[in-house]
């Protein structure tokens, strides 16, 4: 209980932690923040977009209410094609840890 406890916090401070990403920027999901089948954990993404407005989920039964969705990135479909996604900054992490800064 007290290690799944100390594991929240870790995770909620994680979480709290944002990156300040910009357009052309490569990303990946934070240790034990990803919440979506892509991209995968350890995928890495780059930043299409960084929305002026962020838009919030309007389902709040799913676990996805608290979004705040706030950038559209960019993975490789299968056959090399573009997928595009709309997501909370909140969860990823530059993909090169060199970079740092809120």
Known sequence: QIMRLEEL??????????????VGDTLMWKDGLCNCARPFEGEV????????????????????AGACN?????????????????MDSRRFRPADQSKRGA
């Open 70 to 86: 706030d950038i559209v990135i960019g993975i490789l479909d299968d056959e090399g094609g573009l997928l595009h996604y709309l």
């Open 45 to 64: 993404g780059i930043v299409l977009e960084v929305l002026a407005a962020p838009v919030r989920a309007a389902d709040t039964s799913s676990n996805e």
């Open 9 to 22: 916090k870790k995770l909620a401070k994680s979480f709290g932690h944002k990156y300040t990403f910009q």
